[in-house]
């Protein structure tokens, strides 16, 4: 794709989502498609945080992926078993480790719905992916470049990694381009990870980037307080960001 730095189309912080459910490969997907034409053998996997498809903005923002020209699906990771929305506000006792200990959100659960949604998408004449993590999502974009499923990789505030293995796993096995959005206060990615992964990554051959997003804190790239101008302004260029990676490297 030719690549226009300057004519990204931002990011949407409410509305209406403009995409459609679809089920691929047995799996219900959130669907957005460009309304203009776009390469019918490229795809945007958008894999969500532990919030899912019942998060707005996961929908918006595949909503604006579209009209940057990208097909986005972002698949339903939880069979409908998402973490509630309201589960980390003040005075909410959700119990999330109790919820991973259904044994339902485990990689060996996870990974298959996502397989069973890119074999039905490669069946159909796909032929790249790119795909963009959040949190929860992050993890399972790093399995598909280890796994050489996919072209072009993103993640923003990636939690689940094992640091420095997953890291060094990654530089010496994978080949998808790797764009990190990181944050100042995030435990499951703390900055000495970042860190260290700008030190694995050096030189890494099919390109690495990491943003870094100062005062920030995890989940700001999807539920970030957007009434701070500081995160309202971190949200956009994070997913400029990650337009610009890929229009560079799909």
């Not at 929305?85 to 480790?97: I, R, W």
């Not at 790249?128 to 999502?137: P, R, V």
Request: net charge negative; charged share 25%.
């Amino acid at each position: 794709m030719s690549f226009c730095k300057d004519c990204v189309k931002g990011v949407t912080h409410e509305g209406t989502p403009e995409g459609k459910i679809e089920t691929i490969g047995g799996v219900e997907c959130y669907v957005a498609t460009p309304t203009v034409d776009y390469p019918k053998d490229k795809v945007v996997l958008y894999l969500t945080d532990v919030f899912g498809l019942n998060l707005v903005n996961n929908k918006l923002l595949s909503d604006d992926f579209a009209k940057n020209g990208f097909k986005v699906i972002t698949p339903d990771l939880f069979n409908k078993d998402t973490v509630p929305l309201d589960a980390f506000n003040p005075g909410v006792n959700f119990d999330l480790m109790a919820w991973f200990g259904k044994g339902q959100h485990d990689q060996a659960h996870t990974r298959p719905i996502i397989d069973k949604v890119i074999s039905a998408l490669k069946a159909d004449g796909v032929t790249s992916i790119g795909a963009t993590g959040y949190c929860f999502g992050g993890r399972y974009v790093f399995d598909l470049a280890f796994d050489g499923v996919i072209s072009v990789a993103v993640t923003a505030h990636p939690s689940m990694l094992q640091v420095p293995a997953d890291l060094e796993k990654y530089a010496s096995t994978a080949k998808a381009p790797l764009l990190i959005n990181g944050c100042e206060m995030d435990d499951m990615f703390p900055v000495a990870a970042q860190e260290k992964a700008d030190e694995i990554f050096k030189g890494f051959a099919p390109g690495y980037k990491r943003e870094y997003f100062a005062g920030c804190h995890h989940g700001f790239a999807t539920r970030g307080d957007l009434t701070d101008p500081k995160v309202n302004a971190a949200k956009e260029d994070a997913f400029k960001a990650t337009v610009e990676w890929f229009i560079k490297y799909m």
